[in-house]
């Protein structure tokens, strides 16, 4: 009897998929970027001596939006994303932050932008060796968090991105040492 509810639970989900998704509620984010030594404060108090290392990542990530407040230029999303390291790293890595999005800028007029900050769970396959090397130890399960700004001509569907993708201990709740702060770019299409 349960797998009959759950059968017509996923069929009904099927059925009505075509009306719960409106324009532009689904996107696809592609980016890649380079890992860094530093930790993320970093970025802001001092760009231009952050310390990349020998670890690059490539990621696609899609994203639903499930709520929207228009008054206040807003919108709420889930993102799954699936990352994969290379160089000093060689694992995968799979985030799935909720999202909390911006879509009014001054220059809103000009072109189409957003600003955008995204928390939740991070697995990594492996424990991440430059997590090692620039914490001192790190576990793979741990917290991810990002900040976005992304902008594309008005009337297109893509925008480009740029992001800080962060895995983090979260203030030692998952654990006592770990993270890694990457600056990534890309594109991101809306569907």
């Not at 719960?20 to 108090?45: C, H, P, Y």
């Not at 160089?87 to 072109?111: A, D, K, T, Y």
């Not at 962060?166 to 594109?187: E, F, P, W």
């Amino acid at each position: 009897m349960k797998k009959t509810g759950y059968l017509l639970g996923f069929w009904m989900l099927l059925i009505c998929w075509p009306d719960m998704v409106k324009a532009r509620d689904i996107s696809l984010t592609v980016f890649g970027g380079q890992s860094t030594r530093n930790v993320w404060e970093d970025f802001f108090i001092s760009p231009f001596t952050l310390d990349f290392a020998d670890s690059r990542i490539a990621a696609c990530a899609m994203a639903y939006t499930f709520a929207r407040i228009p008054d206040w230029h807003l919108s709420f999303e889930l993102e799954g994303q699936i990352v994969r390291h290379w160089g000093i790293q060689n694992h995968w890595e799979s985030n799935l932050p909720v999202v909390i999005r911006h879509h009014r800028m001054p220059w809103s007029h000009e072109f189409r932008s957003s600003a955008a900050f995204g928390v939740g769970p991070s697995w990594s396959s492996d424990t991440p060796p430059l997590e090692v090397e620039t914490r001192g130890d790190s576990q793979p399960v741990l917290f991810h968090w990002f900040m976005e700004l992304t902008a594309g001509p008005l009337q297109a569907p893509w925008m480009f991105t740029v992001r800080l993708h962060h895995r983090s201990t979260g203030y030692k709740l998952l654990a006592d040492k770990g993270g890694l702060d990457t600056l990534v770019g890309g594109i991101r299409w809306d569907f």
